[in-house]
């Protein structure tokens, strides 16, 4: 005799949500303006939105001429993002930079004088790092 384990009201509803959740995120990339909508994302000021289309294209194979596109958003968020979503962006530059890394010299070039003049020592030691990538 089995016995059918017992899952609490909140499991179920996490369970179900996940679901949802992805659920969504399957739809969604299928919509014709998936990557105008990742890059506004991006390029808002709100965290949350930025830590989840980081999330979103972590793992999406994104080519050359996309990856062009949003890498000037990434770089901003992995130099001057708040600490959870530096790592989300540093984490997508180098998955997505492999075998693409002169896009990230490319577009790191005109921003290193920016990022100089702020004169911040936290952020002079994120650049270095993004460097030797």
């Known amino acids: 005799m089995t016995i059918k384990p017992i899952y609490s009201k909140e499991w179920i509803n996490v369970n179900e949500a996940d679901t ?12 014709n303006d998936l990557f105008e ?5 991006l390029n808002n000021d709100d965290l949350a939105e930025q830590a989840t289309a980081l999330r979103f294209i972590r793992d999406e194979s994104l080519n050359e001429s996309e990856f062009k596109i949003l890498t000037p958003a990434i770089i901003n968020i992995a130099i001057n993002g708040n600490t959870d979503n530096l790592i989300l962006a540093r984490d997508r530059l180098i998955r997505g930079g492999f075998n693409r890394d002169y896009i990230i010299r490319e577009k790191l070039t005109p921003m290193f004088n920016d990022f100089l003049k702020t004169e911040n020592q936290y952020i002079y030691r994120i650049l270095a790092e993004l460097l030797f990538f």
């Open 20 to 31: 949802k959740v992805r659920v969504s995120q399957f739809y969604f990339r299928k919509t």
């Open 37 to 41: 909508q990742i890059l506004f994302a």
